[in-house]
């Protein structure tokens, strides 16, 4: 599957952003999601994983309370919604796909993962 993030951009501390993922095929009980980031000098990190339908969702603990991974009506659809941005969000964002069909879990390591989309930028910054 091909993954295209989409949605970054530059917004102020305190702002909210929605980030887009958009699969080539149908992700709904196929593969489980994950969103990384990856800062300026810094290794890439984890953000937020769903499972294949959905039903369970995990963050890291830097994002918790503030961001929330979520699948579309689409079943080609995955975003990432984030409030109450701080400066230390500032990174390029990565969604990320693993066929996952038969486990319904989720995955916070990058190389659990086989699909990757390009990245989109997101600037935290007054």
């Known amino acids: 599957v091909q993954l295209q993030a989409s949605g970054g951009g530059l917004v102020q501390p305190g702002g909210s952003l929605r980030l887009s993922c958009a699969a080539s095929k149908t992700i709904y009980s196929r593969y489980s999601m994950g969103w990384f980031r990856q800062a300026p000098g810094k290794e890439r990190e984890f953000v937020a994983a769903?499972?294949?339908?959905?039903?369970?969702?995990y963050y890291s603990d830097s994002v918790k309370g503030r961001f929330t991974i979520s699948r579309g009506d689409a079943d080609t659809m995955v975003y990432l919604q984030m409030n109450s941005l701080k400066p230390e969000d500032t990174a390029v964002y990565y969604c990320a796909a693993r066929y996952s069909r038969g486990s319904n879990r989720y995955y916070s390591n990058s190389p659990d993962y086989g699909n990757w989309g390009q990245g989109t930028l997101v600037t935290v910054s007054s």
């Open positions: 769903i499972n294949l339908s959905g039903s369970v969702t």
